[in-house]
């Protein structure tokens, strides 16, 4: 059982090499209710070598206390609505701190096998990786806070599946 302050995290293997090791520290952009209602954290995409020091690799658990010994991820189906099965059918909100705007998308507990990101545009038709990923907010929706560069700003979500 981790603490729920955080703490340093080494997965070895057999042999005593190293498969992970990081940092946990709840809250900032760590998912949110991990820890405090028994739910754990899963790595995405752990096929994929994501840095497990990135928040935005883990997801919550789709079960109270996790599933050890099992997998806890859903991937689509071909053919699959992708906003549907990542974001239950739920659109991007966008809000304003501070005249920062900021993207909040909900993302569905164990939707695996894609990278989720935001990109942007002053004209809808060059687009570039854009905005910082801000971490879950206490709804444990996915957030990014966007630039202000010009006087049109437009985002889309990219979600890129593995293979």
Do not use: C, H
Not at 10 to 31: Q, V
Not at 56 to 70: A, E, L, R, V, Y
């Amino acid at each position: 059982m981790l603490s729920n302050a955080g703490e340093r995290i080494r997965l070895e293997a057999a042999d005593g090499s190293t498969i992970f090791d990081f940092d946990y520290k709840p809250g900032g952009k760590w998912p949110r209710i991990a820890g405090e209602a028994g739910y754990s954290i899963v790595l995405a995409n752990p096929y994929s070598a994501p840095d497990p020091d990135e928040p935005k690799n883990w997801f919550i658990s789709t079960n109270i206390n996790g599933t050890p010994g099992t997998g806890d991820t859903i991937t689509p189906t071909a053919g699959a609505n992708l906003k549907d099965f990542f974001f239950g059918g739920a659109l991007p909100e966008i809000s304003f701190i501070d005249n920062e705007p900021i993207v909040s998308i909900p993302r569905i507990p164990g939707t695996d096998g894609a990278v989720i990101s935001i990109e942007t545009s002053n004209d809808l038709i060059f687009w570039q990786s854009g905005g910082d990923f801000e971490g879950f907010d206490s709804q444990n929706n996915m957030t990014w806070s966007l630039p202000v560069t010009g006087e049109n700003l437009y985002a889309r979500v990219r979600i890129t599946l593995f293979p």
